[in-house]
């Protein structure tokens, strides 16, 4: 396989809590980059599940391990990307990212969640991490997750755990590489910004020799 260029992959985490519309977001937002999505919910261990399905919230015993397998699925997603010929050339041409990448749905509720996605836990160090991460937050009022969560049927997630959720969220605001959505557009609009804003770190990123 041919070495990475100086631009490297990029993990894009589509992030918030429950009802917020990670999945369909990000969806959308690798349709338009062209690029791989895959929903964090689905890379939960059976253990993890089985708890979320009896109404008990995940600590952080349970979700450690489980960051830590998107991260590493990002990786082998964007290396598939880069044997595909998904790489810098094709991208730019096509007007899109100039690198490979993939998109995930998960919530990353606390900075320290984050940091493991970015490769940069102290408990999971790389030395010298692989991929770039940014986080697309889907940022809604707790009234609007309410009313989403409670509409939802056949979904593991419970109404009473919202609450739990948005209690653990800390918000990503003023980090680096943060796209902050108002998820209280129309969808067609919150997936526009999602994209525009997803671009525009992208280039700030290029810019920077990233």
């Known amino acids: 396989m041919s070495d990475y260029t100086t ?33 964090g919910d689905a890379l939960h261990p059976a253990a993890n599940v ?5 109404g008990n ?10 960051l830590q397998i998107i991260r590493d699925t990002g990786i082998r997603e964007c290396h598939a990307a880069w044997e ?44 010298k991490p692989t ?11 707790p009234e609007l997750l309410a009313q989403r969560i409670a509409a939802r049927k056949g979904h593991f997630m419970k109404p ?9 969220l800390e918000d990503p605001t003023g980090e680096p590489g943060v796209v902050d959505v108002d998820i209280s ?7 526009r910004r999602a994209l525009s804003g997803t671009r525009q770190v992208v280039a700030d990123m290029a810019a920077r020799g990233e």
């Open 84 to 127: 595909r010929g998904d790489g810098r050339e094709q991208q730019v041409q096509d007007g899109k990212l100039g690198r490979p990448a993939c998109v995930i749905a998960c919530s990353a509720l606390k900075k320290s969640y984050r940091d493991i996605l970015r490769g940069e836990a102290a408990t999971v160090p790389e030395d």
């Open 50 to 54: 089985a708890k979320m399905s009896a």
């Open 160 to 168: 009473q755990m919202l609450a739990s959720q948005l209690a653990t």
């Open 7 to 39: 631009a490297k992959p990029l993990l894009i985490v589509v992030m918030g809590p429950a009802s917020c519309g990670k999945s369909t977001i990000g969806q959308n937002l690798a349709r338009d980059l062209g690029i791989d999505f895959l929903d």
């Open 57 to 66: 919230p995940l600590d952080d015993a349970d979700r450690l391990p489980w």
């Open 131 to 141: 991929m770039k991460t940014i986080f697309v937050y889907c940022n809604g009022s």
């Open 185 to 191: 557009a129309e969808p067609d609009e919150v997936s």
